[in-house]
């Protein structure tokens, strides 16, 4: 009996009378998730096509006249444009037939430079479609999936993702939040961006700071070779350079700073990266840890910010941390206490929250 009282019986919720009103609100909700979804598609094919850009330049137009500007067939466009209003992505006025982007819609998906730019990340979710069977065979074996099998559009889309957040906040905000950092970069530093991706973050600091050295490492081989040429581009590549290593073997000694962005939750084995980094640091050196923002808690990250990073921890980031060694799978909502606990072990004697946005938190780790 108290077996039965502490464990009741599992109720199969097929089987229960659903409640009408409960059940209208929850199919008007799917609708609304079924619109957003596929409309991904669509923010895709505007973001890759331009035709965002080219109504934000153009301002009021018509079917045609985006069209015929933005080098695509009218009808097309015109269905585009129509699914676009009905999301209210863009504005339609029915009495003149044009449509137009206002500047909250153009900033974020028609500038690139815009600290609110979202457009990219779609590449994100496509990733997330493309690779779900794969990911389906990995939830029945238990397999890691690691983050160079994905589809290459998700390392573009992870940079243009979080791009924009650098853009807004690393020099302004983040690295003055660190305890005396910004005065030795200023004046000149040694820093390693470990786990770099494209090298977004490590040339932003680079083009902030001129007369400190910078390297970039990321296990990834074609993210490095992408990171270079960015590097060139953005005429810095004479204080950044890039380099094929993991977080557990990256070379060199006496960082003044090390920084990781979004990536410790998708190694293996976060604890031993964290050892090396103890072991790389100088004496006094300072590990800059950004990782997307979560409570501790999981009924506090029951919002719209803790959805879109749990569903991408889902589909991305656990995958990648069970494909490595140790494989200790922290998540994308890992939460400050866990991520503490990973530094502590490592050895690390202080840890305090730095900065935070609503997408991260920044964390200042020293020996």
């Known amino acids: 009996m108290a077996s039965e009282t502490l464990h009741p019986p599992l109720r199969d919720a097929r089987q229960t009378p659903p409640d009408p009103q409960k059940l209208e609100a929850f199919m008007s909700k799917m609708v609304g998730d079924m619109g957003a979804a596929v409309s991904a598609a669509l923010v895709l094919l505007g973001d890759h096509l331009d035709l965002y850009k080219t109504l934000a330049a153009l301002g009021p137009s018509t079917a045609g006249e985006l069209a015929r500007e933005a080098g ?11 699914a676009q209003a009905c999301a209210g992505y863009v504005n339609y006025d029915p009495d003149t037939d044009r449509f137009h982007l206002d500047p909250e819609q153009a900033m974020v998906f028609a500038n690139e430079e815009s600290p609110t730019f979202m457009a990219g990340g779609f590449d994100v979710v496509a990733a997330m479609f493309r690779d779900e069977p794969r990911i389906s065979k990995a939830f029945r074996t238990g397999d890691g999936v690691g983050w160079h099998e994905h589809h290459e559009c998700l390392f573009r889309g992870t940079e243009r993702f979080f791009r924009p957040g650098y ?7 983040w690295i003055p939040s660190l305890d005396g950092v910004e005065a030795r970069l200023v004046k000149g530093a040694k820093v390693a961006d470990v786990g770099c991706g494209h090298g977004a973050s490590t040339i932003l ?3 902030a700071y001129p007369n400190s050295r910078f390297t970039g ?22 204080r950044v350079t890039f380099e094929v290593a993991s977080a557990k073997t990256f070379p060199g000694d006496n960082y003044d700073l090390v920084t990781i ?37 999981l009924q ?3 919002n719209p910010i803790g959805r879109l990073f749990y569903s991408a921890s889902t589909m991305i980031c656990t995958p990648a ?12 909502q890992a939460g400050e206490a866990r991520l503490k606990s990973v530094t502590s072990t490592a050895g690390f004697t202080r840890f305090r929250r730095a900065a935070e946005t609503p997408f991260n938190l920044v964390l200042e780790v020293r020996p």
């Open 261 to 297: 962005f979004d990536a410790l939750h998708d190694m293996g084995d976060p604890v031993g990266a964290a050892r090396h980094i103890r072991q790389s640091l100088a004496p006094d050196g300072v590990w800059m840890l950004v990782e997307p923002f979560a409570n501790d808690r």
């Open 217 to 238: 490492f990321d296990y990834h081989a074609a993210s490095v070779t992408r990171a270079r040429e960015a590097a060139a581009e953005a005429g810095v590549d004479d």
């Open 205 to 207: 600091m680079a083009k």
């Open 167 to 173: 853009n807004a906040h690393l020099v302004t905000e």
């Open 72 to 82: 695509a067939a009218e009808r097309y466009v015109r269905e585009w444009l129509s």
């Open 300 to 302: 506090d990250n029951l």
């Open 321 to 332: 941390s069970l494909s490595q060694e140790v494989g200790l799978a922290l998540g994308a």
